[in-house]
């Protein structure tokens, strides 16, 4: 296969004749540089580093580093109250009855974090009103909370909701009552 050069030639020649003070010694040099500069930004852009903070871009890639592997269970609040960050290291979380693992987002949900108050527990209530007040919260030996008394606008907020950690993080049980 023969490539035509008489494009990058006559380019080559435009340059030159443009700045006619410029050794001409340095053209392949700026040449070279920018399409490393170019070959580094499409790899960036491919392949974007991990965030400052250490985390792992995706629940996908955390779950493969995690020592224990992550199981499919049936949780109910006593169960999955344990793993609020403090006494287990994995931090979950239950809306709309599905339990999603929220580790890789533990500056959120973990110990300290704005959300902090939901590891372990159903959120359900409080990101439908979007509260983060304790009472928000279902106590832990009473039934799931049916949230048959939301208005339309708290649906769709829970909605919404449901659907970032949907597509943010594993899922990995759901929540039912105590047997």
Same mark, same amino acid.
């Given at each position: *296969?023969?490539?035509?050069?008489?494009?990058?030639?006559?380019?080559?020649?435009?340059? *030159?004749?443009?700045?006619?003070? +410029?050794?001409?010694?340095?053209?392949?040099?700026?040449?070279?540089?920018?399409?490393?500069?170019?070959?580094?930004? +499409?790899?960036? =852009?491919?392949?974007?580093?991990?965030?400052?903070?250490?985390?792992?871009?995706?629940?996908?890639?955390?779950?493969?580093?995690?020592?224990?592997?992550?199981?499919? =269970?049936? &949780? =109910?609040?006593?169960?999955?109250?344990?793993?609020?960050?403090?006494?287990?290291?994995? +931090?979950?979380?239950?809306?709309?009855?599905?339990?999603?693992?929220?580790?890789?987002? $533990? =500056?959120?949900?973990?110990?300290?974090?704005?959300?902090?108050? &939901?590891?372990?527990?159903?959120?359900?209530?409080?990101?439908?009103?979007?509260? &983060?007040?304790?009472? *928000?919260?279902?106590?832990? /030996?009473?039934?799931?909370?049916?949230?048959? /008394?939301?208005?339309?606008?708290?649906?769709?907020?829970?909605?919404?909701?449901?659907?970032? &950690?949907?597509?943010?993080?594993? $899922?990995?049980?759901?929540?039912?009552?105590?047997?």
């Amino acid at each position: *296969m023969m490539v035509d050069l008489t494009a990058f030639q006559n380019y080559y020649k435009n340059v *030159m004749a443009l700045a006619p003070g +410029v050794n001409s010694g340095y053209i392949p040099y700026l040449n070279a540089s920018l399409g490393i500069l170019s070959v580094y930004l +499409v790899y960036r =852009t491919i392949f974007p580093p991990a965030r400052p903070n250490g985390q792992v871009l995706n629940a996908q890639q955390q779950a493969k580093q995690e020592s224990q592997p992550l199981v499919y =269970t049936k &949780f =109910t609040p006593t169960t999955l109250q344990p793993f609020n960050g403090v006494i287990e290291e994995r +931090v979950l979380m239950a809306v709309k009855g599905r339990v999603y693992d929220v580790s890789a987002g $533990r =500056t959120f949900y973990g110990p300290g974090g704005p959300y902090s108050n &939901f590891a372990g527990r159903d959120a359900s209530r409080g990101l439908a009103k979007g509260s &983060f007040d304790e009472e *928000m919260l279902t106590p832990i /030996d009473m039934p799931i909370d049916p949230l048959d /008394d939301l208005n339309e606008e708290e649906i769709q907020a829970l909605n919404d909701w449901e659907q970032h &950690f949907a597509g943010k993080y594993l $899922r990995c049980g759901e929540l039912v009552e105590e047997w």
